[in-house]
């Protein structure tokens, strides 16, 4: 139940959430620095922690829906309090995250217990007031927006006029307005009359950061469709598509499951768009549909390895990759509890690693290395002895600086740039 599902920074950066398994929500919010304790720069600790979703039943279709948060997404701040998107497989809900460190007192009516008292003795009016107590973090539901998904959700996005957000199962995406939960608008929808004819699902979908009617959509044979919901009400006709053609040499039975695209992500500035699939991860031009403009190689030495990651289903995994706020720098993870690190300037590139044995509070992070056959020096590691039960499917990178949360399995890791 606490394997962590989902990583988001806020837009500061000074919060960050995470969802697991078991529907539950943990925010952390980053220590102020203090002149006492400089060594403990910037670090998070636990802020709040909630029940997010339960395990339901759908008795119409005798199926259980599982309380495992998939995403979450945070909205801007505007007043004091903040407030998150979280979904499971069927269900969105809006809350609030607020602060109380005050409580009324001498209320008319009640006793100092919330018991109601005999009128008959009330003989003085007394004005209630605002007494200071501990601090005490409330979440509280504010929407809920169920019943308009038959599928699997599998991505929420925040619109930027920040009135409507999207979600999107394996065959539909929905439009909502936050103020309206009992209805949302159907913008895409894939499936077919005839369910023995379906041949694609969508994967993952996103907003563009800054243009409210544009958005983009993956699907499970690698291919990127923009959509523009000026264009019509039912956005089934893509303004663009991005496909890489298939080099035929190449070609093999695992060729159409890892071209699956398993997240699609806009850059902060939008003019770029970035998928994973199962081995790469690709930087799009919006302007060019034909090929994507770079490529990275995330873990090439599993090519060898195909047939038996489908045999153990780790061949399905869904790995995301996140931009780092400069859209210089993109990362994305891989077993072993391995996070891999692209340069897009120098295209230089790194491998780290999320462990315990090595991830003290301050230690410096020592880049690995994966050999493929032949002799193997004493600091690399051999392909053949990869923990695939360890894996990093998901990642956030801090709004603007170089700090990095890195999910593997139920232990989140925060990494910052060392300073000098």
Same mark, same amino acid.
């Given at each position: *139940?606490?394997?962590? $599902?989902t990583?988001?920074?806020?837009?500061?950066?000074?919060?960050?959430?995470?969802?697991?398994?078991?529907?539950?929500?943990?925010?952390?919010?980053?220590?102020q620095?203090?002149?006492?304790?400089?060594?403990?720069?910037?670090?998070?600790?636990?802020?709040?922690?909630?029940q997010?979703?339960?395990?339901?039943?759908?008795?119409?279709?005798?199926?259980?829906?599982?309380? #495992?948060?998939?995403?979450?997404?945070?909205?801007?701040?505007?007043?004091?309090?903040?407030?998150?998107?979280?979904t499971?497989?069927?269900?969105? #809900?809006?809350?609030?995250?607020?602060?109380?460190?005050k409580?009324?007192?001498?209320?008319?009516l009640?006793? @100092?217990?919330?018991?109601?008292?005999? =009128?008959?003795?009330?003989?003085?009016?007394?004005?209630?007031?605002?007494?200071?107590?501990?601090?005490?973090?409330?979440?509280? +539901?504010?929407?809920?927006? *169920?019943?308009?998904?038959?599928?699997?959700?599998?991505?929420?996005?925040?619109?930027?006029? !920040?009135?409507?957000?999207?979600s999107?199962?394996?065959?539909?995406?929905?439009?909502?307005?936050?103020?309206?939960?009992?209805?949302?608008?159907?913008?895409?929808?894939?499936?077919? *009359?005839?369910m023995?004819?379906?041949?694609?699902?969508?994967?993952?979908?996103?907003?563009? +950061?800054?243009?409210?009617?544009?958005?983009?959509?993956?699907?499970?044979?690698?291919?990127?469709?923009?959509?523009?919901?000026?264009? *019509?009400?039912?956005?089934?006709?893509?303004?663009?598509?991005?496909?890489?053609?298939?080099?035929p040499?190449n /070609?093999?039975?695992?060729?159409?499951?890892?071209?699956?695209?398993?997240d699609?992500?806009?850059?902060?500035?939008? /003019? !770029?768009?970035?998928?994973?699939? !199962?081995?790469?991860?690709?930087?799009?031009?919006?302007?060019?549909?034909?090929? =994507?403009? @770079?490529?990275?190689?995330?873990h090439d030495?599993?090519?060898?390895?195909?047939?038996?990651?489908?045999?153990?289903?780790?061949?399905?995994?869904?790995?995301?990759?996140?931009?780092?706020?400069s859209?210089?720098?993109?990362?994305?993870? $891989?077993?072993n509890?391995?996070f /891999?690190?692209?340069?897009?300037?120098?295209? /230089?590139?790194v491998?780290?690693?999320? $462990?315990?044995?090595?991830?003290?509070?301050?230690?410096?992070?020592?880049?690995?290395?994966?050999?493929?056959?032949?002799?193997?020096?004493?600091?690399?590691?051999?392909?053949?002895?990869?923990?695939?039960?360890?894996?990093?499917l998901?990642?956030?990178?801090? =709004?603007? @600086?170089n700090?990095?949360?890195?999910?593997?399995?139920?232990?989140?890791?925060?990494?910052?740039?060392?300073?000098n």
């Amino acid at each position: *139940a606490d394997i962590i $599902s989902t990583v988001e920074f806020n837009h500061t950066g000074e919060l960050l959430a995470t969802g697991d398994k078991g529907g539950r929500v943990v925010i952390f919010q980053r220590e102020q620095e203090s002149k006492q304790q400089p060594q403990r720069r910037g670090e998070y600790n636990v802020y709040s922690t909630f029940q997010s979703h339960e395990p339901e039943f759908d008795y119409l279709k005798s199926l259980e829906i599982e309380e #495992k948060i998939n995403k979450i997404r945070w909205l801007p701040q505007h007043n004091a309090a903040y407030f998150l998107l979280s979904t499971n497989d069927k269900t969105v #809900k809006l809350w609030k995250v607020s602060e109380r460190d005050k409580r009324p007192e001498g209320y008319n009516l009640k006793d @100092e217990d919330g018991r109601l008292r005999d =009128p008959s003795m009330i003989t003085t009016l007394r004005v209630p007031v605002l007494r200071p107590m501990d601090l005490m973090v409330e979440a509280t +539901p504010r929407r809920v927006f *169920a019943n308009a998904h038959t599928y699997h959700i599998n991505s929420i996005s925040v619109n930027s006029d !920040y009135e409507t957000y999207m979600s999107a199962d394996d065959l539909r995406i929905n439009l909502w307005n936050f103020e309206i939960t009992n209805q949302s608008f159907n913008i895409v929808d894939i499936k077919p *009359a005839n369910m023995e004819e379906l041949t694609e699902v969508i994967t993952a979908a996103e907003f563009h +950061p800054h243009h409210c009617n544009a958005f983009v959509y993956s699907s499970s044979k690698g291919t990127i469709r923009l959509c523009d919901m000026r264009a *019509a009400a039912l956005c089934d006709r893509h303004a663009k598509f991005f496909e890489e053609p298939e080099d035929p040499s190449n /070609r093999s039975f695992f060729s159409e499951i890892i071209s699956s695209i398993s997240d699609v992500k806009f850059s902060h500035s939008g /003019r !770029y768009i970035m998928t994973r699939d !199962y081995l790469t991860v690709k930087v799009w031009d919006l302007n060019m549909e034909n090929r =994507p403009m @770079e490529t990275y190689q995330v873990h090439d030495y599993l090519r060898s390895k195909l047939c038996s990651l489908y045999e153990n289903d780790c061949i399905f995994d869904k790995f995301e990759c996140v931009w780092n706020g400069s859209d210089s720098v993109i990362m994305t993870g $891989s077993y072993n509890n391995f996070f /891999r690190m692209f340069d897009r300037n120098t295209k /230089r590139d790194v491998t780290l690693e999320a $462990s315990r044995e090595n991830s003290k509070p301050r230690a410096v992070l020592k880049p690995r290395k994966v050999c493929v056959g032949g002799k193997r020096r004493k600091d690399e590691i051999s392909v053949d002895s990869l923990d695939f039960s360890k894996k990093i499917l998901h990642t956030a990178w801090h =709004p603007s @600086e170089n700090i990095i949360a890195v999910a593997a399995t139920n232990n989140l890791y925060i990494f910052q740039d060392k300073v000098n």
